[in-house]
């Protein structure tokens, strides 16, 4: 399987960070750190920056796909949303995951 999940791509993208972060710095920890607090860059990921509690600033939302339509629902600030839409047809276990037996513990 050629599919590469989120977590995938994100350890991905803090070892491209680390990588820039080492170019001038090579192993330098403290010069690393302060590298990494000033580094601004686009990546296959989106953009390496982060604030100074650490967080990564790059915009996270969720797409629902509605038909052959995919539509973002979350956060209400961005895309979609700001028309009046949101999330429809939200799943149950029946939708999500067919029949479900209900476990007895035997």
């Given at each position: 399987d050629d599919r590469v999940t989120y977590r995938e791509a994100a350890a991905a993208a803090s070892m491209v960070a680390v990588a820039n972060a080492m170019k001038e710095a090579s192993y330098n920890t403290s010069m690393i750190a302060a590298?990494?607090?000033?580094?601004?860059?686009?990546?296959?990921?989106?953009?390496?920056?982060?604030?100074?509690?650490g967080?990564?600033?790059k915009p996270m939302y969720t797409m629902?796909?509605?038909?052959?339509?995919?539509?973002?629902?979350a956060p209400g600030t961005l895309g979609d949303q700001d028309a009046g839409m949101s999330i429809a047809f939200p799943l149950n276990a029946t939708r999500c995951w067919g029949v479900v037996a209900h476990f007895t513990g035997k």
């Amino acid at each position: 399987d050629d599919r590469v999940t989120y977590r995938e791509a994100a350890a991905a993208a803090s070892m491209v960070a680390v990588a820039n972060a080492m170019k001038e710095a090579s192993y330098n920890t403290s010069m690393i750190a302060a590298k990494m607090k000033r580094m601004d860059l686009d990546s296959f990921y989106g953009k390496l920056k982060w604030d100074d509690s650490g967080k990564i600033q790059k915009p996270m939302y969720t797409m629902q796909q509605k038909g052959d339509a995919e539509d973002i629902v979350a956060p209400g600030t961005l895309g979609d949303q700001d028309a009046g839409m949101s999330i429809a047809f939200p799943l149950n276990a029946t939708r999500c995951w067919g029949v479900v037996a209900h476990f007895t513990g035997k």
